[in-house]
């Protein structure tokens, strides 16, 4: 109230002023030129102001952060939680629904995992090979062991490799199939490095890209339409290693592409382990232990996974990458276990 009446008080003397200088011939000019008057017309300094508002930003930023960074650390809150808050809060998006975003998203999970008990990869430097493998031994040395296997004859009796291509696909999803639109949760596409929005527009590339003879391409999706999964699974089965007691996800992901492509390095945020089956071409997948168990752990080593073959690794611990060699495209198909 005090300062609302000072103000008034103000504007009465600055009238009376103004009529005064009226009497004695003063026009507004002449005001403006008085020192008293130039004295309180100082200008406003924007690069402070706007120095002090990001300033006071950043502290706020900073601290939230903080705080987050602690409630993680003190194991207050998960580490997705965290991230997806943070992001929400502070840039802001939402990780987990945000459709747009997707490498944003997968970097900022990658960033707040919780760290590896490194024993899952102590002492592993090459994969394992093996073959005719029984249920009773892939339980036991392999499904949930943390080792890198590759099942040579994982896809015997499978008749996919005859029938699975880009033109079979595109014929066993119909123009309503929710996998084309890739809009929901459900049915995620992975572009990659690539100008495809979904996998539409992949069944609608040019010719030269469908044969091979343009750029190169690679891109996955899940298998989220029941009516093309029951088609597709006709032509191949739950690997034959599996017990009754291991259960596979319903979704399954497809990935295909052409020679000289595949995926960036990165790790998985899926609930369980995987198994990938190699349908058609050849890819390298480059494997990596987590940074926290460099010196716990080898290095870098490389997998050659040929047609017919199946990998079986947990995605949620192993780095991977994939590169798609030789002259043929690339056609896979996996899932998780439990």
Not at 172 to 193: H, I, M, T
Not at 314 to 323: E, G, L, M, R, V
Request: proline share 5%; with cysteine.
């Amino acid at each position: 109230m005090a300062e609302l009446e000072t103000k008034k008080q103000a504007r009465s003397r600055f009238a009376r002023l103004q009529k005064k200088a009226s009497k004695l011939g003063l026009n507004s000019n002449d005001i403006l030129t008085l020192g008293l008057i130039q004295e309180h017309q100082k200008p406003i300094n924007l690069t402070g102001i706007l120095y002090k508002t990001v300033l006071f930003l950043a502290i706020v930023v900073g601290l939230i952060s903080a705080l987050g960074f602690g409630a993680y650390y003190f194991g207050f809150v998960s580490p997705r939680w965290f991230a997806n808050k943070w992001a929400t809060y502070v840039l802001p998006m939402d990780l987990e629904t945000e459709q747009c975003l997707l490498s944003t998203t997968e970097v900022m999970l990658d960033v707040f995992r919780p760290p590896q008990d490194c024993s899952f990869c102590e002492g592993i430097s090459k994969e394992d090979r093996v073959t005719n493998l029984t249920a009773e031994v892939f339980k036991e040395k392999h499904a949930y062991s943390g080792k890198v296997t590759v099942v040579t004859d994982g896809t015997k009796d499978w008749t996919a490799s005859k029938y699975f291509s880009l033109k079979f696909f595109k014929q066993v999803y119909g123009k309503d199939s929710p996998v084309l639109a890739s809009e929901s949760k459900d049915c995620q596409f992975f572009r990659y490095n690539t100008d495809f929005n979904s996998l539409q527009e992949v069944f609608t590339m040019p010719k030269k890209m469908q044969k091979m003879e343009g750029k190169a391409w690679y891109v996955g999706w899940s298998n989220c339409d029941p009516k093309a999964a029951s088609t597709l699974r006709k032509y191949y089965n739950r690997p034959y290693f599996f017990s009754d007691e291991i259960e596979s996800s319903k979704t399954d992901w497809i990935f295909m592409g052409t020679p000289g492509y595949g995926a960036h390095m990165h790790i998985d945020n899926v609930k369980y382990p995987s198994w990938q089956a190699q349908i058609q071409g050849t890819k390298v997948w480059t494997i990596q232990p987590p940074p926290e168990c460099y010196y716990k752990c080898p290095g870098e080593f490389k997998v050659v996974v040929n047609p017919g073959d199946i990998i079986i690794l947990d995605t949620n611990k192993w780095f991977h990458q994939t590169d798609i060699v030789g002259q043929n495209m690339s056609i896979t198909i996996g899932s998780e276990y439990d």
